[in-house]
């Protein structure tokens, strides 16, 4: 090999060493991007979904039947409680 190849491959190698880190850098950008999308979709999917439940129970329906599980009752309603249950 002659001198002026030796140093030529030298610079290539010392440039492709000078890529290797950068490269790193963004392939390690991309995954961090990618895992915080999926947390996003995740949490999209859990806001929608305490969302419906809030839309359901906002409701008169669903606020008697709550009052009721807790013993309330109407004015001029009788109380009475199931033995044996």
Known sequence: MTP???VLLIVLVLLGGL???PLRGYRDADQGLERA???LREARQQHAALKREL???DSRAAL???A???G???PGETPFA???R
């Open 4 to 6: 002026r190849r030796i």
């Open 19 to 21: 890529f290797v880190q």
């Open 37 to 39: 999308r999926a947390d």
């Open 55 to 57: 839309d359901a129970l």
């Open 64 to 66: 008697v039947a709550e």
């Open 68 to 70: 009721r599980e807790q």
């Open 72 to 74: 309330y009752i109407f």
């Open 82 to 84: 199931v033995a044996g």
